[in-house]
């Protein structure tokens, strides 16, 4: 296993289009994470999953933002209506749940976006 | 979670013992003490966590004061690699689902 996998690790695209990533987490981990990451600030929480359930979303996760893990292995976020203030690192995690979740997050490398 | 205070930056000279403090003085007792650094252009990556003995991994020491009140990393010898922003978080353990960073300290190991 090769760790946490986000796709693609650059996207650039004008306003008002349409981006999905995609977050194929260490595969016996069934919980998985999504954050941003502006310049120069830490991550900000945004959505979680447990296997195909997506149990917390954060207020930052507006409208415009969906996010889904159909099987239960991989998931997308997709961001319609794209603004320059979508303009971030999108990364993933994933873990282990239970008390082996305790050893912490394993983050992939993530995706930036930029609208322009 | 309780909130977490870090200098937002420091210097340490490579080989010597990097020592990066936190404060939180609002600890409860059920939560715990995790590190986690990111280097530039990755996502963030694990290193130690505690709740009130100290802990030692191959990455890095973990100091919890006797009253849990403030914490200390210790990264024992320093290479120019450890350059990282290093993220101090409290969070109780298998509740609520998700770490809340802060800005981290600004670690710079210079030659």
């Known amino acids: 296993d090769t760790g946490v996998s986000q796709n693609p690790r650059h996207k650039i695209t004008k306003r008002g289009q349409n981006v999905t990533f995609r977050c194929d987490p260490i595969s016996e981990h069934n919980r998985l994470y999504w954050y941003r990451q502006t310049l120069g600030q830490g991550p900000e929480f945004l959505t979680y999953f447990q296997n195909e359930a997506q149990l917390e979303k954060s207020r930052l996760l507006s409208d415009r933002f969906s996010a889904e893990r159909p099987k239960g292995s991989f998931s997308t976020l997709e961001i319609q209506r794209t603004e320059q203030g979508d303009s971030a690192m999108y990364l993933c995690?994933?873990?282990?749940?239970?008390?082996?979740?305790?050893?912490?997050?394993?983050f992939g490398s993530g995706t930036r976006l930029t609208v322009v | 979670d309780a909130k977490t205070t870090q200098p937002p930056s420091m210097d340490c000279a490579e080989g010597r013992a990097a020592n990066l403090p936190c404060n939180h003085s609002?600890?409860?007792?059920?939560?715990?003490v995790y590190w986690y650094r990111q280097i530039h252009s990755q996502g963030p990556q694990y290193i130690i966590h505690?709740?009130?003995n100290n802990e030692t991994n191959e990455m890095a020491s973990l100091i919890i004061t006797e009253d849990r009140k403030s914490s200390t990393l210790i990264l024992p010898h320093a290479t120019l690699r450890d350059t990282a922003v290093y993220y101090c978080i409290v969070r109780v353990v298998n509740y609520g689902q998700n770490f809340v960073f802060g800005p981290g300290t600004r670690l710079s190991v210079l030659p």
């Open positions: 609002t600890i409860s007792g059920n939560e715990y």
């Open positions: 505690g709740l009130k």
């Open positions: 995690a994933s873990s282990l749940g239970g008390a082996q979740g305790n050893y912490g997050y394993t």
